[in-house]
């Protein structure tokens, strides 16, 4: 049981290449959700799913688009990389969206445009 | 909207001595609250949760306590180690929505 893996780890970009970052969880839950964390931020919202075909805007999804064709599969595509896209992006899934439910993170993705 | 405000760090105590983190929590309903650990160049685990007034959650010595009265969860541990240095985020599901909110996360170096 791996839980939520992403790749690539690192990945330094030129301003104007596009990337897809990659986020797969094996615990069959319904949501996942994109974040990034800014150096000394706290974690803004992108891009979340409540299940397969469903996705929905975060706090701040501009530069960003995500789909979601399988339970286990959320990829992030960067399609104009920018330097305000240099961050910590982190991947995170959870069974539910209410209630007590715990949502577990992904290690990340630390990603410089240059 | 729902929110989550931290204490502002950073925090820098001495091993064995006791931790305060503030939080304080805006929300309509019963939010769920948890408390959120990330350690050097990991991603977020969890610490601990409570999901009604007057619960408190434990976890490796750290505990907190959902205050309804005064909206707050705030984080403590008695004696901290220097395994404790890490990030903390404090944050809530609003169980009407389908987001979780955190706070900005306060960063904690213990000493020996």
């Known amino acids: 049981n791996a839980g939520v893996t992403q790749t690539p780890k690192f990945r330094i970009l030129k301003i104007g290449q596009s990337m897809t970052l990659q986020c797969t969880q094996d615990m069959n839950h319904n949501y996942m959700y994109w974040y990034r964390q800014d150096p000394g931020m706290g974690l803004k919202l992108i891009y979340y799913s409540v299940g397969a075909g469903i996705t929905d805007k975060g706090e701040v999804p501009n530069g960003y688009n995500v789909s979601r064709s399988t339970t286990e599969d959320f990829p992030l595509r960067l399609e104009l990389a920018a330097p305000s896209q240099t961050s910590v992006y982190f991947c995170?899934?959870?069974?539910?969206?209410?209630?007590?439910?715990?949502?577990?993170f992904g290690p990340g993705t630390r990603l410089t445009v240059l | 909207g729902d929110s989550v405000t931290q204490m502002e760090g950073p925090v820098t105590l001495s091993e064995e001595a006791f931790l305060t983190i503030n939080c304080t929590y805006t929300a309509t309903g019963y939010p769920s609250l948890f408390w959120y650990v990330q350690y050097p160049g990991e991603g977020l685990q969890l610490l601990l949760k409570a999901t009604k007034a007057d619960d408190k959650g434990s976890n490796k010595g750290f505990e907190a306590t959902y205050r309804k009265e005064t909206t707050s969860f705030h984080l403590e541990k008695g004696s901290v180690q220097v395994s404790d240095s890490a990030v903390y985020f404090c944050?809530?599901?609003?169980?009407?929505?389908?987001?979780?909110?955190f706070g900005t996360g306060t960063s904690l170096t213990v000493i020996p």
């Open positions: 995170a899934s959870s069974q539910s969206n209410r209630g007590p439910d715990t949502q577990y």
């Open positions: 944050a809530l599901n609003s169980n009407t929505g389908n987001q979780f909110y």
